[in-house]
């Protein structure tokens, strides 16, 4: 029997060990992928520790051990079932990997992304079944995956740059349910951290004119307002505290300086965990009347809002995870024409030996530039 290299967590806490084990055959709607890259989100040092378990959370969310995680493969189809129509061996593709039921009434509706029991291939998720029958994530070698769930890649997108699609379509599913196109401004609360800065290439890429954004460290928000000096306009937060000014926030303030005193069609908040709810709640107040909010980042708190300000300025509030596959096919046609520019990424690429090194150094990085990729076909 082929056997493959897989990083393997044995018990949450330790560091992943290298096993061989079987490379798995596709069923008939599957296909298997050779993974060629596979990105690394800093929350999966949370994961792997067992943080969620510290805090309460609930067992069964996490895949039966030893778990092979990798939530973001890219690679090479080299097998496929025999029910499968319009991928072969040899397409490349990256393996969307939100599991569903696929028989609920949310994905026999068409929308996958509100099943009962969406998992994360390679991550966490609701069902142990699901986890169970697609336990690879692509911190190996061979993963199997739904033929429903590839996104086929163009020649000129690269699996590194694939390898973050998990980034780029959490922001543009988000930001597609706030209408952000031409003629419209938008604030991204977080810009330059590894959500907010892919927020700000689709931004940009979607033809928003006004492109807000806010963060901590002034040389990274130079960067971002960089990829497009015209559209993009970047607010320091630590410069001005909300609380301290008598006149009112001069992060809404400048946010409405910057839209003819209207303040911003939209604002997606992106910001990191541990990020208190004050400062989601501020960026909301630089939205104009009737504008949309949506919530793709970590804050935990809970939120103090005012239901009459909401009401009586017509501002909406929209909760969003991840992406669909169709969104991922937009992403990659995006890429390849060249109006999603991901140039500016800088990856930091791995071989599957050195995962836990790679775990290890994610805390110094250059905010959204940097990223981290493991690629399994190199095993030393
Ligand atoms: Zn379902």
Same mark, same amino acid.
């Given at each position: ?53 510290? #805090? ?41 990997? &939100? ?25 966490? =998720?609701?069902?142990?079944? *699901? ?39 959490? &922001? ?69 505290? &909300? ?36 400062? #989601?709640?501020?960026? #909301? ?46 992403? &990659? ?15 930091? *690429? ?11 150094? #994610?805390?110094?990085?250059?905010? =959204? ?12």
């Amino acid at each position: 029997m082929p056997t493959m290299t897989a990083a393997r967590l044995h018990a949450f806490g330790e560091p992943m060990r290298l096993d061989e084990i079987p490379i798995p055959e596709p069923r008939p709607t599957d296909v298997l992928v050779e993974v060629k890259a596979c990105g690394v989100v800093p929350n999966l040092v949370r994961v792997v520790t067992n943080f969620f378990g510290t #805090m309460g959370t609930d067992p069964k969310l996490m895949p039966p051990l030893p778990a092979i995680f990798g939530l973001d493969p890219a690679g090479v189809i080299t097998k496929v079932g025999e029910q499968v129509r319009s991928v072969q061996p040899g397409d490349r593709v990256y393996v969307n990997p &939100a599991r569903t039921c696929g028989s609920c009434k949310m994905c026999r509706s068409g929308q996958p992304l509100d099943c009962a029991v969406f998992s994360f291939q390679g991550y966490f =998720g609701r069902s142990q079944a *699901i986890m169970k029958a697609y336990p690879y994530g692509g911190l190996c070698q061979y993963i199997t995956a739904p033929q429903e769930a590839l996104v086929k890649l163009p020649a000129n997108v690269s699996f590194e740059a694939a390898a973050r699609f998990g980034y780029f379509g959490t &922001a543009y599913s988000a930001m597609k349910k706030l209408g952000v196109g031409p003629g419209r401004s938008i604030l991204i609360n977080g810009i330059s951290g590894t959500l907010g800065l892919n927020a700000a290439m689709l931004a940009l890429a979607m033809g928003a004119t006004t492109i807000l954004g806010t963060g901590r460290n002034r040389s990274l928000l130079d960067r971002v307002k960089a990829l497009s000096p015209g559209r993009i306009e970047v607010f320091a937060s630590s410069d001005a505290d &909300a609380s301290s000014v008598p006149g009112g926030d001069p992060l809404v303030a400048w946010a409405k300086s910057m839209t003819d005193g209207y303040g911003v069609d939209s604002m997606l908040d992106c910001l990191p965990p541990g990020a208190p709810a004050s400062a #989601m709640i501020r960026a #909301m107040h630089a939205l104009r009347r009737g504008g949309l909010a949506s919530n793709v980042g970590a804050v935990m708190e809970n939120l103090t809002l005012n239901a009459f300000w909401l009401m009586t300025n017509r501002v909406g509030l929209q909760g969003s995870v991840w992406f669909t596959t169709g969104e991922g096919e937009e992403m &990659a046609a995006m890429a390849a024409a060249g109006t999603l520019d991901v140039s500016a990424l800088q990856h930091r *690429i791995y071989p599957l030996s050195q995962v836990n090194e790679a775990l290890a150094s #994610m805390e110094s990085r250059d905010g =959204g530039f940097t990223n981290f990729v493991i690629d399994p076909s190199r095993v030393a």
